[in-house]
């Protein structure tokens, strides 16, 4: 049983209103940033035709990756979603 499969079976609840990881506002977005783009796993985060990075962190692991990369630069504010919300592992 490949880890992909697995995965496609986990399920994701939407916060609505309540997104779990914000972006600094920027008009030029940080190394990290952009970095983020390639990065995340999830392909949650994007570049607009202006350049600047947003998110949307629907379908986000909780990885963690893009809080690493970017706890120096402090670009985002990051939280585990509420209980009941956010990628809910299914296990078996
Ligand atoms: Fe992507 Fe991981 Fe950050 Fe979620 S925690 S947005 S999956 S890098």
């Given at each position: ?29 940080s190394?990290e ?40 630069s402090?670009d ?17």
């Open positions: 049983d490949r880890v992909e499969n697995r995965l496609f079976q986990n399920r994701y609840v939407v916060d609505v209103g309540r997104p779990h990881i914000e972006i600094r506002p920027h008009e030029v977005p190394r940033l952009v970095a983020m783009t390639r990065v995340c796993p999830a392909g949650c985060y994007s570049q607009n035709e202006q350049g600047q990075v947003e998110i949307t962190a629907d379908g986000c692991m909780e990885c963690g990756t893009c809080r690493v990369v970017c706890a120096k402090g985002i504010k990051w939280n585990y979603p509420r209980g009941g919300y956010g990628v809910l592992f299914k296990f078996g």
